[in-house]
T-cell receptor
Framework: EAGVVQSPRYKIIEKKQPVAFWCNPI?????LYWYLQNLGQGPELLIRYENEEAVDDSQLPKDRFSAERLKGVDSTLKIQPAELGDSAVYLC???????????FGPGTRLTVL | DQQVKQNSPSLSVQEGRISILNCDYT??????FLWYKKYPAEGPTFLIS?????DKNEDGRFTVFLNKSAKHLSLHIVPSQPGDSAVYFC??????????FGAGTRLTVKP
């Protein structure tokens, strides 16, 4: 069974440029999460989807970050414009339901110069 | 606000010995606790969990202990193996599915 797929794995951009990350969850998983992980820290939730509905986006900086999960399957996370402080690993995870443990993708390491 | 704390950034143990990783939490609304293991360049993978109605859960070499009164949990690995070398994250979830992670502890098991 394929795990959570994320692309790209690495991205280097200059500040003020836009960037987008893509996530394909495990088939059949209704709940999808985007996390931000800074160096030496644990994952911090950005947004959680139940199917196509964003049920928790309280930690998403909405002035520059946006996300969508069309048809309740794949999801994209966008940053526009990127800032130096956005350099981090962006993790996508999925689970059968909100109370099941999560399967994580390998993450996208973003470097903003 | 750090609701889940792993105060030891790193831990080194000898192969065959016990590894004990600790985690403290502050939010009494957490009712489910998980441990994840992370290798370099990979995402975290689920290891073991415990509900707040229990004080111990065991799975092979891994045991998680929960002390609700102290708001403390620990992960015991016995015996430790070199392949256990990784970063271990403690996570806690509340009834509304809000999950918080600790900063992680890097475990090194020396042959």
């Amino acid at each position: 069974e394929a795990g959570v797929v994320q692309s790209p794995r690495y991205k280097i951009i200059e500040k003020k440029q836009p960037v987008a990350f893509w996530c394909n969850p495990i088939s059949g998983h209704n709940t999808l999460y985007w996390y931000l992980q800074n160096l030496g820290q644990g994952p911090e939730l950005l947004i959680r989807y139940e199917n196509e509905e964003a049920v928790d986006d309280s930690q998403l900086p909405k002035d520059r970050f946006s996300a969508e999960r069309l048809k309740g399957v794949d999801s994209t996370l966008k940053i526009q414009p990127a800032e130096l402080g956005d350099s981090a690993v962006y993790l996508c995870a999925s689970s059968l339901g909100g109370k099941d443990y999560q399967f994580f993708g390998p993450g996208t390491r973003l470097t903003v110069l | 606000d750090q609701q889940v704390k792993q105060n030891s950034p790193s831990l080194s143990v000898q192969e065959g010995r016990i590894s004990i990783l600790n985690c403290d939490y502050t939010n009494s609304m957490f009712d489910y606790f998980l441990w994840y293991k992370k290798y370099p360049a990979e995402g975290p993978t689920f290891l073991i969990s415990i509900s707040s109605i229990k004080d111990k859960n065991e799975d092979g070499r891994f045991t998680v202990f929960l002390n609700k009164s102290a708001k403390h949990l620990s992960l015991h690995i016995v015996p430790s193996q070199p392949g256990d070398s990784a970063v271990y994250f403690c996570a806690a979830r509340s009834n509304n599915n809000d999950m918080r992670f600790g900063a992680g502890t890097r475990l090194t098991v020396k042959p």
